[in-house]
């Protein structure tokens, strides 16, 4: 299936592992030109130079922490300068950390807050414009599944991914006019360093093996394991295309199953 965007310039925030990693490897695929930004200089260079070696696209890799506004910024005027446009952002930072209403301070809050939900508020506003003026582009946020069914020990997630969805679903009707998409995907458990450190966390506070842990995960999924990056990708990928310009406002969730609501 050709999706359409050949050409087209997308900015991957957090795009140096991961869920952000395989969603830039999978629109080089498609033949579009990438702006990469993530916090660790070396893995961000590295992920550059392997999507290069797998196809012949244009990219622009940007160190920067996009939970501060002047980063977040730089990143664009500096994918602008280079590339004259984006036509698709793609909003995903690293989870924050584990912790109840109790263990959680305010600075954790407060960080949390910037990393989440101002990212994504700084990253649209100067990308935005842009789209609207060319009356094209595809808005997609990475959250979690913890934004539609709150996960235990996730409290910082389970309050502010709920955000980015509501941002996202309000924003979508008041761009539709222009030709922009927004939509939101929600991640479930899948192989990534993420939920490898999140797996070591619990598994210490409840004195467990790993091994276990994963597995009662596992044996909670309908399809009895977790997903893999690629699977995640698959679906981003689609959603930013040309073939999928009807769709908008939607939160989709890459679970195998797990989410039993209807809705």
Not at 33 to 47: G, K, P, Y
Not at 145 to 165: D, E, G
Request: glycine content about 8%; aromatic content about 6%; hydrophobic content about 45%.
């Amino acid at each position: 299936m050709d999706l359409g965007i050949r050409g087209k310039v997308a900015l991957v925030a957090g795009s140096s592992r991961g869920l952000g990693r395989a969603v830039a490897e999978e629109l080089a695929a498609e033949g579009t030109s990438l702006i990469l930004c993530a916090r660790d200089e070396a893995r961000l260079q590295e992920t550059r130079e392997f999507i290069q070696r797998q196809n012949d696209v244009p990219i622009l890799a940007v160190k920067a922490d996009v939970a501060d506004a002047a980063d977040a910024e730089r990143v664009v005027r500096e994918g602008l300068a280079r590339f004259g446009c984006i036509d698709i952002l793609i909003t995903n930072v690293g989870g924050p950390p584990a912790g109840t209403f109790e263990t959680l301070n305010r600075d954790a809050w407060e960080q949390a807050t910037r990393s989440i939900l101002m990212s994504v508020y700084e990253l649209v506003r100067w990308i935005l414009p842009g789209m609207k003026e060319r009356r094209w582009g595809r808005i997609l946020n990475i959250t979690s599944i913890a934004a539609k069914a709150p996960i235990p020990n996730l409290l910082l997630s389970n309050s502010l991914r709920p955000a980015v969805t509501g941002l996202a679903r309000t924003l979508a009707d008041e761009v539709a006019t222009f030709g922009v998409t927004v939509n939101t995907i929600l991640p479930g458990y899948t192989r990534t360093e993420r939920v490898e450190t999140l797996a070591r966390t619990v598994a210490e506070r409840d004195g467990i093996p790993i091994a276990e842990l994963e597995a009662r995960w596992e044996a909670s999924i309908p399809m009895k394991r977790m997903g893999q990056p690629r699977e995640f990708a698959a679906l981003a990928a689609f959603l930013v295309s040309e073939r999928a310009s009807y769709i908008t406002g939607g939160a989709f969730a890459v679970d195998g199953g797990w989410m039993r609501s209807l809705f």
